[in-house]
């Protein structure tokens, strides 16, 4: 295959949450060539747009990175599996659709932290322009004009409004958008999907203008590293076809690779703390101690029963004839068991050693949790994942010995985040015991009733605790030196160069990170448009022509 134009004036690396937005609003301007580059393949699988398919890729070679962490040393020195989207669309062609931003307080703890323009009335107009709320939602938070459609699940299982109702006598409230006026309480969850089909940030943002001269898509696209040359980023050296190109970029290289992506090409380029560079034999070009450093996750935690009801999700000789239909069901009528996103229902709650923010969420799944790790069990059951929101614990990324990466999440060096999540777990099991639980209760096989005290729920928690995918803060926006990034998400020591995806949030967000990613990108696109407007203007007069220079691999 060639490539029709091997010099743009922006290029994008990386087509998930942040990368596709900036695709969209930079080629908006027809005087601008863009490439948009992904290291993955097509999301044209089923098993990506249809929302029950999601389980099936999380440990997929071919959609999925499948990172794991380094051993941790908190946590019976086991090592985490952290995947991440290899496809167009990145981790939002994998992901459980559910669309939280988080509290304002969240970003109002960004503006206190130096980074200003990043408040939450700053970002709010942000995330209202990308949305298409198809739920009648306050418009004071919500928009209805942009390009995500945020719906309800089109047929959530029985068992997730019962949640709804179990923690509402336990004492959290009913809510009906996480989005809205509050955080706190439970309810289920608003999902990016489209006509009971996921839609994920390149469906929503690059597949509608696909036809637009100046875009080039590439996918099967591998970044090797940063082309650097006299304090700039000059362009990118890329794999494809087994071939290594160069692709020049007149004005901007963005990196929207993800945490661990965006880091691990500055480290590739040697753009990052010198020491460590020099141990992993790679050129130091900026010395840039912050690279790596700062990276937290929400730390998470399990309840999950057995039932003997074939009414939860699940494989048994009675759920049988619900299987068999389910394709069915799904493909006349867009109902049924292959609608779910299996986190159909969840919410935010204060433990005792909480402020005035929730500090814990919980993800309820109408299904059982295997205790084993596997994808499937047969037989029935639910659960409700805890996760810590506000971490303590930070971690790094680092290159070692042959430029391998290492991702240490350093999970529990803070104890204060183990005393949030059993504050945490033992909510969620209260919410379990509830009598709306009776008709369908079982045995709880993890923690199981012998983990009563907290020093058996810390047990528990060391052995059984993993992550729901969240990593964010390798690439750390700020002002202190150790920011990677200005508040205008430019590299700081490089110019012509800039990151803008979940590795530039300096803490971690109270929620599901995918919307907070979309804004980041929204807000980076911005900037751009706004930096390079005057000249954009004068160069306007002329038009792009010609046919469409997409390189899009199926």
Not at 113 to 142: I, M, T
Not at 320 to 331: E, H, M, R
Not at 347 to 363: I, S
Not at 394 to 401: A, E, V
Request: glycine share 10%; net charge positive.
């Amino acid at each position: 295959m060639t490539i029709a134009e091997q010099q743009y004036d922006f290029i994008i690396v990386g087509a998930g949450s942040s990368g596709c937005v900036l695709a969209n609003r930079l080629s908006a301007n027809p005087a601008w060539r863009v490439c948009l580059i992904e290291a993955g393949g097509h999301d044209n699988s089923p098993r990506i747009q249809t929302p029950a398919g999601t389980i099936t890729l999380y440990k997929s070679p071919t959609y999925s990175w499948n990172f794991h962490s380094t051993p941790q040393a908190q946590l019976n020195d086991r090592s985490l599996h952290c995947p991440r989207g290899k496809v167009l669309g990145g981790s939002t062609s994998m992901n459980s659709m559910i669309y939280i931003r988080g509290a304002s307080a969240d970003y109002d703890r960004w503006a206190q932290l130096g980074c200003h323009g990043w408040s939450w009335a700053q970002v709010l107009p942000l995330f209202k322009k990308s949305e298409r709320n198809l739920l009648d939602q306050d418009l004071n938070y919500h928009g209805t004009q942009g390009e995500l459609c945020v719906d309800s699940a089109r047929d959530p299982n029985p068992l997730s409004r019962l949640f709804v109702k179990a923690a509402g006598r336990i004492g959290l409230r009913r809510n009906d958008d996480f989005n809205g006026a509050t955080l706190e309480g439970a309810g289920l969850y608003n999902l990016t999907q489209k006509e009971a089909k996921r839609l994920s940030s390149y469906r929503a943002f690059v597949g509608p203008i696909l036809q637009r001269s100046n875009l080039t898509v590439l996918s099967d696209c591998q970044v090797r590293s940063l082309v650097i040359e006299n304090g700039a980023a000059q362009g990118v050296l890329v794999e494809m076809n087994g071939q290594s190109l160069r692709l020049g970029a007149s004005r901007e290289v963005l990196l929207c690779a993800g945490t661990i992506g965006s880091a691990q090409i500055l480290l590739e380029s040697g753009v990052g703390p010198k020491a460590q560079l020099e141990a992993a034999g790679i050129a130091v070009k900026v010395d840039l101690p912050g690279v790596g450093k700062n990276l937290q996750d929400h730390l998470d935690g399990l309840v999950t029963v057995r039932s003997p009801s074939p009414l939860t999700l699940g494989f048994s000789l009675g759920s049988l004839p619900t299987v068999l239909l389910s394709p069915f069901k799904y493909l006349w009528r867009k109902t049924g068991w292959l609608t779910t996103n299996y986190v159909e229902a969840g919410g935010f709650a204060r433990t005792p050693l909480a402020d005035a923010l929730p500090d814990v969420q919980f993800h309820f799944v109408p299904g059982y949790r295997s205790h084993r790790g596997r994808l499937f069990e047969w037989g029935h059951g639910y659960a409700i994942h805890t996760c810590v929101l506000r971490p303590k614990s930070i971690g790094s990324l680092r290159l070692g010995k042959n430029r391998q990466l290492e991702l240490d999440y350093n999970f529990l060096d803070d104890m204060d985040d183990a005393r949030v999540l059993i504050e945490g777990l033992k909510l969620a099991r209260r919410i379990l015991a509830d009598a709306s639980f009776d008709g369908l209760r079982g045995k709880e096989i993890l923690p199981g009733d012998q983990v009563q005290t907290d020093e058996q729920w810390l047990a528990y928690v060391r052995q059984h605790a993993a992550t729901v995918f969240h990593p964010v803060g390798t690439c750390k926006m700020g002002v202190d030196a150790m920011s990677v990034v200005t508040p205008q998400l430019k590299v700081n020591g490089l110019s012509k160069l800039r990151v803008a995806d979940a590795s530039i949030m300096p803490t971690l967000v109270s929620g599901n990170t995918n919307a907070p990613c979309i804004m980041i990108g929204e807000k980076a696109a911005e900037m751009i448009v706004q930096e390079h407007g005057e000249e954009a203007r004068l160069r306007s007069g002329g038009s792009v022509s010609g046919r469409p220079r997409h390189a899009i691999r199926e």
